[in-house]
């Protein structure tokens, strides 16, 4: 970090905890090299012209500002006060404007400067290192405009099988996708380290992405930090406990999903990655472990994983029998498939008696019964969605008529616990109706409910295959491809 050719932003900087040890790094290694008394001017050097942070939140922005001009003070190279002498944090989304462009005017002269500012370090800064801690937000949505191409990027595959479910519209896939641009395509050569959520290692929506970076970089580390909650219940393999890296004494726990610090460097010569280097870290002893082995070696440091085709290319050991890829395949085997029913209103749609369930829906169709006295009964009947003006819906069932009769059937609500469903064929009042398979669901005609991200649950669980003759659900506990259900 100390040589002054090292341009680095941190694309979500909050704020600014990076920037400040960053800054802090960099002035220790000065003091080891005997700069002495040129400390700081070179410091101040880094945090001004070199070190950047980009940050789309106002409050966190400003805190930001603070707290590295605070680590600027007690590092002896405090920012002056007159003149434009700032840290390199600049107010911007970090995701689009990396190419010139035409954009709407700002309504103040301050943030048009300020859009300016990070404009010249997205497209005229050599950039050679990429770091952060990108959000994580598995229900982002679909993005658009200049975001939209960055999930886009890994939605094409080559020789791997495409990617499957909604991962790719997590918000730190497209941080991943900024910073490989940013450092293959234009730098040519340099670093991205990010710390994120870990789903991308082995996911299935993520294959794309990882052939891409097998393709794009010379070397990739991963250090697994584990601490899933679904994954693996926040213990270890011998059971004790495995909080997130994130746990803090007033937060034992920490996050709920699992991180991973990945390491991924691009040469000047490139060739491009065959394997990559793979350690786990487990229990409290996190910290303490990354902290003590920041300096070794590399290959003292990580076991050498081959990611395996037939799997999607996983960037995690994996252990297959050598005849498993001569096995066919479910849908290779069914000739038709289906994602599960999606309610997103289970506690009014759903229920193991029928007439507990009648009665609500009896109540809803009930046109002498306020829109606002149906949300007092049942709150989540009335609740809007992003699909779905509840209102609006409810209106066009009553001028319809009803409730269907045929509406009431039996629903593999999980496995082994079947229950009863109102299925309305109009409106969004169920999110995911599945009108196309519904026709196929009679008397005689056995589905196969499978459910691969549910065997990523538990360390000690196998995956699960599921026979039903009814309307089956997805298991909405994870963020993952929902469950298919395949005819015979």
């Known amino acids: 970090m100390a040589p002054t050719d090292v341009q680095r932003p941190d694309p979500c900087c909050g704020t600014g905890a990076y920037l400040a040890q960053v800054l802090r790094r960099i002035a220790t290694n000065l003091e080891r090299e005997g700069q002495g008394a040129l400390t700081g001017a070179r410091v101040k050097q880094a945090a001004t012209k070199r070190v950047f942070g980009f940050e789309i ?29 700032r840290a390199g944090i600049y107010l911007t989304n970090a995701l689009t404007g990396w190419e ?56 094409i595959t080559k020789r791997v099988r495409p990617p ?23 730098t040519g050569c340099g670093v991205v380290c990010f710390i994120s959520n870990y789903s991308w290692l082995d996911g299935l929506s993520y294959t794309g992405m990882r052939e891409r970076y097998l393709e794009a ?46 390491t991924m460097i691009r040469k000047s010569d490139h060739t491009s990655a065959s394997e990559i280097g793979f350690r786990h870290l487990w229990g409290q002893s996190k910290p303490y472990t990354l902290t003590k082995t920041a300096h070794a070696l590399p290959l003292t440091l990580y076991d050498p994983v081959e990611p395996e085709l037939g799997l999607g290319l996983p960037f995690a050991p994996t252990a297959v029998s050598p005849g498993w890829f001569a096995w066919p395949e479910l849908p290779e085997l069914f000739p038709a498939r289906f994602h599960g029913v999606l309610t997103n209103r289970d506690a009014f749609l759903v229920d193991t008696d029928l007439d507990r369930l009648r009665s609500r829906i009896a109540s809803y169709f009930d046109d002498s019964v306020s829109h606002d006295g149906i ?38 609500y999980r496995p082994f616990d079947n229950r009863w469903l109102y299925w309305e064929a109009d409106t969004k009042l169920l999110d995911e109706k599945r009108a196309d398979y519904r026709p196929h669901v009679f008397e005689g005609n056995l589905w196969l409910s499978a459910a691969q991200h549910l065997a990523a649950r538990s360390r000690r669980t196998p995956g699960l295959l599921h026979r039903t003759p009814r309307l089956a659900s997805p298991d909405r506990a994870r963020r993952q491809p929902v469950p298919r259900v395949a005819a015979r």
């Open 57 to 85: 939140m106002p409050a966190p922005f400003v805190v930001a500002h603070l707290q590295v001009g605070l680590t600027m003070r007690a590092l002896g190279a405090p920012l002056t006060e007159e003149g434009d002498e």
């Open 164 to 186: 499957e479910g909604r991962g790719l519209n997590d918000l730190y896939v497209r941080f991943f996708r900024m910073a490989e641009r940013r450092i293959v395509e234009k």
């Open 375 to 412: 949300a007092r009964r049942y709150p989540n009947a009335m609740k809007d969605t992003a699909r779905c003006n509840a209102r609006a819906a409810r209106d066009i069932l009553l001028a319809r008529g009803g409730p269907s009769e045929t509406g009431f059937v039996r629903f593999t």
């Open 217 to 262: 970089f010379d070397a990739i580390r991963v250090d697994c930090l584990n601490g899933d909650k679904y994954k693996t219940g926040k213990t270890t393999p011998d059971g004790s406990p495995d909080p997130s890296i994130f746990s803090t004494p007033e937060d034992p726990v920490g996050i709920q999903v699992g991180t991973a610090i990945a």
């Open 100 to 155: 010139p462009h035409t954009t709407k005017p700002l309504p103040f002269p301050e943030l048009e400067d300020e859009r300016e500012r990070a404009a010249q370090v997205k497209q005229a800064t050599p950039i050679l290192v990429i770091l952060g801690n990108p959000p994580y937000n598995g229900f982002a949505g679909m993005a658009v405009h200049e975001e939209r191409e960055l999930s886009d990027a890994y939605r």
